[in-house]
């Protein structure tokens, strides 16, 4: 087999690109009957349209598949190599001599959802292109109080606590890592206040557990022991939440169901035709066979009948003959007695 000339850059740019125009049908995953001459025909447009471009030597729609299945394996070896130098550093940024080059990027913009992950975050190796997890704070929030408490500002959409200096506080700044409070877009009344045990919970993207300095208002309340806090009752937005969640899983589990139902329906429907219709080829056929079992049967009882007709006729004139024997051999026997 004849090797192809090496493809350029821009011949390759210009692969990527017809590909990209037709990404529906060339990088469909049927392979039903109809969507195998839509790929044929697809991949016979784009090796016409490289081709009449000029720009490298006419190649056939076997080479130019093959080419588009070479780039593809070495842009996933590329991602494949990238992820290893990641966690191979602990999850530090990507070293600048692995950056990928444009037709390595075209190709990883094409086949994005290949290279995309199931969602797993209790592992590390599915996180998807190896992005770091977001640090969650969960705030306790103690039972109301009627005591006046002067309202502080929500923090909702301040910067983390780690990153405001307070004084006396020796721990040091953590790395810089986004943050997300949960309800706290909805700043407390005047008359509830935060439990001085607030506890907050953390998660890098080194898998290692570490406490958070406090907030500016968690250092001016004194330390209590746990036997003199008051008793910890979950949040109403927390519980409203968690209903809508549990209805709105209800609705998505009670749709699924509806479908699922109709789908075994039908095919419990298509099944039942099925078999009623091989039944009634079964019976017909068993009916054809009963009327040829049954002219065959006619037909020997007339051979039957024929034969029986014929020994008669036979035997009669088998009679007639010795009758007429007999009475020749009678008639010759007088006429002798006559001449002697």
Same mark, same amino acid.
């Given at each position: ?22 990404? @529906? ?20 447009? $784009?090796?016409?349209?490289?081709? /009449? ?19 593809? /394996?070495? *842009? ?41 992950? *199931?969602?797993?975050?209790? @592992? ?20 109301? %109080? ?31 890592? #986004?943050? $997300? ?17 607030? $506890?907050?919970?953390?998660?890098? #993207? /080194? ?29 109403? %937005? ?8 549990? *209805? ?5 589990? @009670?749709?699924?169901?509806?479908? #699922? ?8 429907? *298509? ?37 029986? /007709? ?31």
């Amino acid at each position: 087999m004849q090797r192809t000339q090496h493809m350029g850059e821009e011949e390759r740019l210009l692969l990527l690109d017809l590909i990209t125009q037709r990404r @529906d049908v060339i990088l469909s995953r049927a392979t039903d009957a109809r969507m195998i001459p839509v790929k044929a025909q697809a991949w016979e447009q $784009v090796t016409n349209s490289l081709a /009449s471009s000029g720009m490298g030597p006419t190649r056939t729609v076997k080479q130019v598949k093959k080419i588009w299945e070479n780039m593809r /394996s070495r *842009a996933k070896k590329f991602v494949s190599d990238q992820k290893k130098k990641f966690y191979r550093t602990g999850g530090g940024p990507p070293s600048p001599d692995i950056k990928p080059d444009a037709v390595i990027e075209k190709i990883l913009a094409l086949i994005a959802d290949e290279l995309e992950p *199931a969602p797993n975050y209790n @592992d590390s190796d599915s996180w998807p292109r190896g992005a770091d997890v977001t640090d969650i704070y969960f705030d306790e929030v103690g039972e109301q %109080t009627s005591e006046p408490m002067t309202e502080e500002p929500s923090t909702a959409h301040m910067a983390p606590a780690s990153l405001i200096p307070v004084e006396g506080n020796d721990h040091s700044p953590l790395p810089s890592t #986004s943050s $997300v409070t949960l309800f706290g877009s909805t700043p407390l009344p005047s008359t509830s206040r935060e439990a001085p045990g607030t $506890v907050a919970f953390t998660h890098s #993207s /080194s898998n290692q557990r570490r406490p958070l300095p406090p907030t500016s208002v968690q250092a001016s309340v004194p330390a209590m022991s746990p036997s003199e806090l008051p008793p910890i009752q979950p949040s109403i %937005t927390s519980k409203r939440i968690g209903k809508k969640f549990k *209805a709105r899983k209800r609705k998505v589990e @009670d749709s699924a169901s509806r479908d #699922s139902y109709e789908t075994l329906s039908k095919f419990q429907n *298509a099944e039942h035709d099925m078999v009623m219709k091989i039944h009634e080829q079964t019976l017909e056929t068993k009916r054809k066979e009963r009327e040829m079992l049954d002219d065959k049967k006619k037909m020997m009882d007339e051979k039957r009948e024929m034969m029986s /007709s014929l020994y008669s006729e036979a035997r009669n004139a088998l009679e007639d003959v010795r009758a007429a024997t007999g009475a020749f051999i009678d008639f010759l026997d007088n006429f002798k007695k006559d001449q002697a």
